[in-house]
């Protein structure tokens, strides 16, 4: 799944010459229960001075999209699919700002507050866009394990399709890869990260049915679970049906 998502990045680079030459290395290592620097200086579209810690209350799991602003093409695909996404959660009671908080930062350390307002209105989006310099930048994406390549000739930028699921005190708990990402990957995501906290109680039992799959990152049904409700309905049918007969007997 990393190697689709770094094919689909290609995407953006089609027309460099020896794109898959130089791109390679621009890969995610996974960092799960890393947690971020929360420190890390940035700037939000209005030029205000944030940090990261800004965006964690401890409460709230943040979903973190990392998308340059003038990538010519997967970037925005990112991040027309987080918000079809968020859309859906949205319609599922599921809000920006209430059962969790979303955040985009990019990862160029040559683009500036003008270039994030711009694509905030592109967007439509009610949640921030920061940017960062480089020292910021570095030390967000190295937590992250996220490896990017710039062509020193073009300056396009090569990079895996990834969002990132992030616990309320800045802990990585879960990658998100591709560029469409399945709102109820993302609903469990959130709520696995923040550890069963956010979302109703029908949300807790969907979680405890569905099962993350490493191999193919995406969500699963857990049959072992399901398995598991199935024999203790069984037992609980079985037990009342005995205490019918017992009842009648007597």
């Not at 998502?5 to 995610?28: G, I, M, R, S």
């Not at 990019?106 to 209105?121: I, L, N, V």
């Not at 995406?218 to 009842?247: D, E, H, K, P, W």
């Amino acid at each position: 799944m990393r190697a689709l998502a770094v094919a689909l990045a290609l995407a953006c680079l089609a027309a460099v010459p020896n794109t898959p030459e130089w791109a390679d290395d621009a890969d995610v290592v996974e960092h799960l229960g890393t947690k971020l620097p929360l420190d890390l200086p940035f700037r939000d579209s209005t030029g205000e001075r944030v940090t990261l810690r800004s965006y964690f209350d401890g409460t709230h799991p943040v979903y973190l999209i990392l998308a340059y602003y003038e990538c010519p093409q997967l970037c925005s695909l990112v991040l027309d699919a987080a918000r079809s996404a968020m859309q859906q959660l949205d319609r599922w009671g599921w809000h920006d700002g209430e059962q969790f908080r979303a955040l985009t930062i990019s990862f160029d350390a040559t683009e500036g507050t003008d270039q994030a307002a711009r694509k905030k209105r592109m967007m439509a989006a009610s949640w921030p866009f920061l940017v960062g310099d480089a020292a910021s930048i570095e030390a967000l994406t190295q937590r992250l394990g996220f490896h990017f390549l710039r062509d020193a000739k073009t300056g396009a930028i090569a990079h895996a399709a990834v969002t990132f699921a992030i616990a309320p005190d800045g802990t990585i708990s879960r990658y998100l890869y591709g560029i469409d990402v399945p709102p109820r990957d993302l609903r469990l995501a959130l709520l696995e990260a923040s550890d069963g906290k956010t979302g109703s109680i029908g949300d807790k039992i969907l979680l405890r049915c569905f099962h993350y799959d490493a191999a193919t990152h995406r969500y699963g049904l857990f049959v072992a679970r399901f398995m598991q409700i199935g024999g203790a309905l069984i037992f609980l049918v079985a037990i009342t049906v005995i205490a019918s007969f017992a009842r009648r007997r007597r």
